[in-house]
Structure formats: structure tokens, C-alpha cells
């Protein structure tokens, strides 16, 4: 997750190039009606459907990334694997490359009182670049479906949150308070999307953004804490 400077450009050229990667949970069930798994925790069926987690931690059933070429009319999935991006390309008049990622949780209707709820997800891999400037990104909420697609990229959201990224650490971890998104998803599906600031309005030549590894050394979760 992380600016790119121009002077940096020659040693990211082949993660920024379109078609490339920018830079560089648990258990299940299915059927009808409600299965529990651990304490406290009954997995409804239909959106929450296929996936489980253990009471205190719930991780994404689906995540991705979406890009969009304004001046080409395209818009497809990133060639990223589950990685989630929010990033900016552009070296010709043509080529002008935004990415929004996602990610989706299936909640379950949680049996205790839910105290805090905390979104954390890392970068990854991150990369040093002395000097560079910040990347400003914004974190929003939707009614999920565990389905991540094109449909996605401008789809309606809720802000929740803005947070910065640095080419200082490779290795930044951020959290955010959830808990009345989730309180309020039980039995449902709730996704975040994590998009540039600027985004879609910037138009300078170079490339930058943020990368959060779907499986890094911290992976995408859900912390939960109950009463």
C-alpha cells in the first residue's frame, strides 16, 4: 500500500504495468437453518452460507480487486489473485489505470453481546521509497453479497474511514472500529472497499496506490469483542 514516486517508477515498472500486480480466517458449513461453531457463534445459512470463523476472529469469504481505464472503456478484474489494491497508473494518453479493491465477510448472528468489533488488514508486500509522498485512501461499507465482480467498482458505499500509506514502512498494519457495521450486518454479508482519494479525478502521469495482501503476514480480519 504505498506511493509511487516518479524516481521509483523504473524499479516498480513491471508490478504498475497494466495486467500486472501493482506491488507485489477459518472452517465452513452448509445447508439450511443455523449451524454453531465455538462459543456464542450460530453461522446462518443463505449469504453467510459456506463460510465460518471462530468467535473472537471472522476473515473475508472473498476478496479482489476491480480496474478501471477511463480513456479505453474497460473495466475488468485486476491480475492480482485475492490482493486487494488501491492504486493509480498512467505513462501514455490512453493508459490512465485506477484499481479499487474489495473484501467481504459473511456474519453470523453472534449469540453474546458484541462489545467492539475492529477491521485490521496490512500491507502487502510493501516497498521503501525514501521521500515519497503520502497515498491518501478512503475505506467505505456496503450491503454485501460475496460475489466480487465489475458491478462492484461504482456501486453505492458508506464512508467509514480515510487512512494514509508511506513508502517509509513496508510494513504498515491498520484497524478500524466496525462495530456498529457488523452489530447491524448479523446474518448478512458486509463488504469494504478501499479506494484512492482521488480517484477518479486525477489525471497526472506516474503511479502510486496501496496494497493489502490477502495473505500477508497479517491477513484481513474481523476482531470481535464480547461483553
Known amino acids: 500500500m504505498k506511493p509511487v514516486a516518479l524516481l ?22 452448509s445447508g439450511g437453518g443455523f449451524v454453531t461453531i465455538g462459543p456464542g457463534v450460530a453461522f446462518p445459512s443463505g449469504c453467510g452460507a459456506g463460510a465460518s470463523a471462530p468467535a473472537s476472529v471472522l476473515h ?16 475488468d478484474q485486476a491480475p492480482v489473485g485475492e490482493d486487494i489494491q488501491s492504486s493509480y497508473f498512467r505513462t501514455t494518453e490512453t493508459n490512465r489505470e485506477f484499481r479499487r479493491g474489495f473484501m467481504e465477510f459473511a456474519i453470523p448472528r453472534l449469540q453474546g453481546k458484541i462489545q467492539h468489533a475492529t477491521l485490521v ?23 454485501a453479497d460475496l460475489k466480487v465482480g465489475v458491478e462492484d467498482y461504482d456501486r453505492p458505499t458508506l464512508f467509514l474511514a ?9 510494513n504498515n498494519v491498520w484497524s478500524f ?23 477518479p479525478g486525477h489525471t497526472a502521469y506516474g503511479g502510486f496506490g496501496t ?17
Open 8 to 29: 521509483a517508477l523504473a524499479v516498480v515498472a513491471t508490478a504498475l504495468l497494466p495486467g500486472a500486480m501493482f506491488l507485489p480466517p477459518r472452517g465452513g458449513f
Open 60 to 75: 473475508p469469504a472473498v476478496t479482489g480487486t476491480i480496474r478501471d481505464f477511463p480513456e479505453m472503456g474497460v473495466r
Open 121 to 143: 488488514f496490512a500491507e502487502g508486500p510493501g516497498a521503501v521509497v525514501p521521500g515519497a509522498p503520502d497515498v491518501d485512501n478512503e475505506l467505505s461499507w456496503y450491503r
Open 162 to 170: 480515510g487512512f494514509k500509506d508511506d513508502l517509509q514502512d513496508p
Open 177 to 199: 472500529d466496525v462495530t456498529s457495521e457488523v452489530r447491524g450486518m448479523q446474518g448478512g454479508c458486509l463488504g469494504f472497499r478501499v479506494k484512492l482519494v482521488l480517484d
Open 211 to 227: 496494497s493489502i495482501g490477502r495473505y500477508s503476514w497479517i491477513q484481513p480480519h474481523i476482531q470481535l469483542d464480547f461483553a
